[in-house]
């Protein structure tokens, strides 16, 4: 079938969809569907060379699905990968401003100058020791962003609920019973990429930079309570015990009481690392351990900086616990024997 006659398909589907008041994003799994109902039988085949082979009349309707992902990039303007974010903006500090890297799909050989949004009044005079910054700290940006897309894998193929829609890959059976987290813990996972977002939207939208304290806080919050639920068999304990523990006064938004608590300890990989990273927080102390203040009600002074520092040290958390979740993933993706 011809690319044009495929889009012309793609496009009777989508409006179709459109008159049920289908969003976008369920609509692109669902035009993948109507052009190959057994779209995942195929895929898994089609991706890990499985036999049997595709035959001439399944790769015919397998190919089609292929052309969905841009012909909604095409007309409807970006990208759309419903189970993902894609966060693609990390702030940065230049003379006293906040700009923002935005990183392109592929970032080999990139100019990566014009991967900011630094004004040409600025870049026309930038010295070394800048351009030498902005280069570090774009290469660093990359890897954290890597790891928040590794995090996103996790929500897509680590969910218990979705166990039987993910059969991409065979997953060995002395890793089965490991492998797929609660959807309580993938839940916490998705919710703390959903902060970190609106900490960093918040930040390019807010006269006051101390309003992205608490959804930074809270990103790292429930990137920790997921490390917790997923250590139900080290605990002893059950996921709803767990959460019935992690409600409690003791802990709530008290950053360093969950952290420093004696059993949860253990489930945290670099807990002094991560500790370290959340006393870049204005005035921690008196926010995580036995509040005193409240970001969301007591003015604060936060600098273009320290703001900058906070996104920073949230991400690094992110980086830190990002390997315990998807190391048992890409074991089972790229080393499954």
């Known amino acids: 079938m011809k690319t044009d006659d495929i889009n012309a398909r793609i496009a009777r589907i989508d409006y179709k969809l459109r008159t049920q008041k289908k969003s976008v994003a369920e609509r692109i799994g669902l035009v993948q569907g109507e052009l190959c109902p057994d779209i995942n039988d195929l895929t898994d085949r089609f991706i890990n060379n499985r036999f049997p082979a595709l035959s001439n009349n399944e790769l015919e309707r397998f190919l089609p699905t292929l052309n969905v992902d841009n012909w909604y990039r095409e007309n409807y303007g970006f990208k759309i990968t419903p189970d993902?974010?894609?966060?693609?903006?990390?702030?940065?500090?230049?003379?006293?401003?906040?700009?923002?890297?935005?990183?392109?799909?592929?970032?080999?050989?990139?100019?990566?100058i014009d991967c900011t949004n630094l004004p040409q009044i600025v870049k026309q005079d930038l010295t070394e020791v800048e351009i030498e910054y902005l280069q570090n700290s774009f290469k660093c940006g990359r890897r954290k962003l890597l790891a928040v897309e590794y995090l996103e894998d996790v929500v897509q193929y680590r969910d218990k609920k979705k166990s039987s829609e993910n059969d991409f890959f065979a997953i060995p059976d002395k890793l089965k019973d490991n492998f797929y987290l609660s959807t309580e813990t993938i839940d916490f996972i998705r919710f703390a990429i959903e902060d970190l977002n609106l900490a960093i939207v918040t930040l390019k939208n807010t006269r006051s930079y101390q309003f992205i304290i608490f959804p930074a806080s809270q990103a790292i919050e429930k990137l920790l309570k997921a490390c917790i639920l997923s250590e139900k068999l080290i605990l002893a304990k059950e996921v709803p015990e767990l959460l019935n523990t992690l409600r409690k006064k003791k802990y709530g938004h008290k950053l360093f009481n969950i952290i420093g608590?004696?059993?949860?300890?253990?489930?945290?990989p670099s807990p002094e690392k991560i500790k370290s990273e959340i006393q870049n927080f204005p005035e921690a102390e008196?926010?995580?351990?036995?509040?005193?203040?409240?970001?969301?009600?007591?003015?604060?002074?936060?600098?273009?900086?320290?703001?900058?520092?906070?996104?920073?040290?949230?991400?690094?958390?992110?980086?830190?616990?990002?390997e315990k979740f998807v190391t048992p993933l890409h074991r089972v993706m790229y080393y499954p024997e």
Do not use: H, W
């Open 84 to 112: 993902y974010l894609n966060l693609k903006e990390i702030p940065f500090v230049m003379q006293g401003n906040i700009y923002y890297f935005i990183y392109p799909e592929k970032t080999e050989n990139c100019n990566i």
């Open 261 to 268: 608590d004696e059993d949860f300890n253990k489930c945290f």
């Open 286 to 322: 008196k926010m995580f351990k036995d509040p005193t203040i409240n970001p969301r009600y007591d003015p604060m002074e936060v600098s273009s900086e320290k703001a900058v520092k906070i996104i920073d040290a949230t991400l690094n958390i992110f980086e830190l616990v990002s």
